[in-house]
């Protein structure tokens, strides 16, 4: 199967799987760390769950509370508008020499946020990740400090780091 047809199929197994998401059930099943299967970030709750499908149904496997980009209501659009991104992307890099503790990659911009900024004659930025620390950050902005990420605790991003393959494909909510 080529890169783009398992994209394609993987985007439309997680469009199914997010719909479904709503209706499953909200508690974490907790356990021992096991691979997940898609991840599901809500920016208005500021909700990053883990998921794997059991019996063609969501179930939850862990939910994160999580700091966005110092400006997050809206699509990213640029480079610099400290927005997350929106949309369906996938995990396609790590990085364990992160100053950020630990990082997975978002492969943000995809051809089509490529094409919107260009049409605006915008650089649609990107190195957009899930990280952990650095903790003083967070102790002096408290919420939403980063330039676009995702933000967890080093603990956290530890569990994440252990669960998430890559390739894993993540769908960015407002």
Do not use: Q
């Not at 398992?6 to 469009?15: F, G, I, K, N, Q």
């Not at 480079?79 to 992307?89: A, I, M, V, W």
């Not at 995702?150 to 960015?172: C, H, K, L, S």
Request: hydrophobic content about 35%.
């Amino acid at each position: 199967m080529t890169n783009l047809n398992r994209r394609t199929v993987l985007s439309a197994s997680l469009a199914m799987a997010i719909a479904n998401v709503a209706m499953a059930d909200p508690t974490p099943t907790g356990g021992a760390l096991s691979k997940v299967e898609f991840l599901v970030l809500f920016k208005s709750t500021r909700k990053l769950g883990l998921y794997r499908a059991v019996d063609g149904k969501p179930v939850l496997m862990r939910s994160y509370g999580v700091d966005l980009g110092f400006s997050p209501r809206g699509d990213k659009g640029r480079e610099g508008d400290g927005r997350t991104p929106e949309g369906t992307y996938f995990i396609d890099r790590r990085n364990p020499n992160s100053a950020y503790h630990l990082s997975l990659g978002i492969s943000y911009p995809d051809v089509n946020d490529m094409a919107e900024a260009r049409a605006k004659g915008l650089d649609p930025g990107g190195d957009i990740f899930i990280h952990g620390g650095p903790t003083s950050f967070r102790d002096r902005f408290k919420r939403d400090w980063t330039a676009g990420c995702i933000a967890v605790t080093d603990r956290e991003i530890e569990e994440i780091w252990a669960m998430v393959p890559m390739g894993t494909p993540i769908a960015i909510r407002s």
